[in-house]
T-cell receptor, first 114, second 114 residues
């Protein structure tokens, strides 16, 4: 596609429910990142994919968070048993994979846990 | 641990002024530094990418410089316009083995007054 696409753009869920957030990177980009931006806070790294593997998942805040990537393309971030503190904007980025390349971000998914 | 700081946190200027945004980082072992803008409720838009071997990059009214040895980058905006109002974020890409993640500053919120 022309850019990084994320869906849904907005998600309201009840506390305790599971949610899935989707990221469709730019075609051909092998590296994919998930970040979280809480209200008034900076961007917090969650996980990095190179192809289908995740060499760095050090930012996942708890075992309720997981992510996968299939076919070296689409990635899904799953949050189980959501809590109110999970409310944030979840941003996805992709790059061609080489270290010296530019990162492109999607528009984000705004998650609200009520 | 890499820390990225942006000063000032907020800035308000009249239209037409030239301005400088600052970004500092604690560890010079980076692949590159990227400047982004973020409009309210939106994702990140890439502005400029500077490789670790470069000193500066220019795009239109924007000029970004990098002094890796001192851990500093500046974003210069010439002849500011109300449309430049946004939050500006800098991010460094780490060379830490096994990950190419970005560490973000907390941003400078810019308002250009008409």
């Amino acid at each position: 596609g022309a850019g990084v696409s994320q869906s849904p753009s907005n998600k309201v869920t009840e506390k305790g429910k599971d949610v899935e957030l989707r990221c469709d990177p730019i075609s051909g980009h092998t590296a994919l990142y998930w970040y979280r931006q809480s209200l008034g806070q900076g961007l917090e790294f969650l996980i990095y994919f190179q192809g289908n593997s995740a060499p760095d998942k050090s930012g996942l805040p708890s075992d309720r968070f997981s992510a996968e990537r299939t076919g070296g393309s689409v990635s899904t971030l799953t949050i189980q048993r959501t809590q109110q503190e999970d409310s944030a904007v979840y941003l996805c980025a992709s790059t061609p994979g080489q270290a010296n390349t530019e990162a492109f971000f999607g528009q984000g998914t705004r998650l609200t846990v009520v | 641990k890499q820390e990225v700081t942006q000063i000032p946190a907020a800035l308000s200027v009249p239209e037409g002024e030239n301005l400088v945004l600052n970004c500092s980082f604690t560890d010079s072992a980076i692949y590159n530094l990227q400047w982004f803008r973020q409009d309210p409720g939106k994702g990140l838009t890439s502005l400029l990418l500077i490789q670790s071997s470069q000193r500066e990059q220019t795009s239109g009214r924007l000029n970004a410089s990098l002094d890796k040895s001192s851990g500093r980058s500046t974003l210069y905006i010439a002849a500011s316009q109300p449309g430049d109002s946004a939050t500006y974020l800098c991010a460094v890409r780490l060379t830490t083995s096994g990950t190419y993640k970005y560490i973000f500053g907390t941003g400078t919120r810019l308002k250009v007054l008409a």
